[in-house]
């Protein structure tokens, strides 16, 4: 289908990319279902399973991370700690610019 635009409105013109939009929309949903049919039927054909394709076993999720381990504690603050990743907490740079050195601090 050929459209001479060069005639139509400006709300003819809106609506004709409007109706261009959903229809580019829908092919791409139509192409990525059956690019997704025909990969998965490779796979499957060849003995594999998709985690082993995209190489999901053993990785992790984002956002389930261990609990870092406390490496530094404040002797006179016991709540205030450190991790030792990051930058260091301004009571441990303080110590250390007054002359003691960080392992005196180790948790």
């Not at 609506?15 to 959903?22: F, H, N, R």
């Not at 956002?63 to 404040?74: D, H, M, T």
């Not at 016991?78 to 007054?98: H, M």
């Amino acid at each position: 289908m050929i459209v001479n635009i060069s005639k139509l409105t400006v709300p003819q013109l809106h609506e004709l990319i409007d109706e261009c939009k959903a229809r580019i929309d829908e092919l791409k949903i139509q192409l990525r279902d059956e690019t997704r049919s025909k990969a998965l039927s490779l796979i499957n054909d060849a003995g594999f399973t998709i985690d082993e394709i995209l190489g999901k076993e053993g990785k992790r999720k984002m956002g389930k991370r261990g609990v870092s381990v406390i490496k530094y504690r404040n002797p006179k603050n016991s709540k205030q700690e450190w991790t030792g990743k990051g930058r260091p907490p301004q009571w441990l740079v303080d110590a250390v610019n007054s002359g003691k050195k960080r392992e005196d601090f180790a948790a």
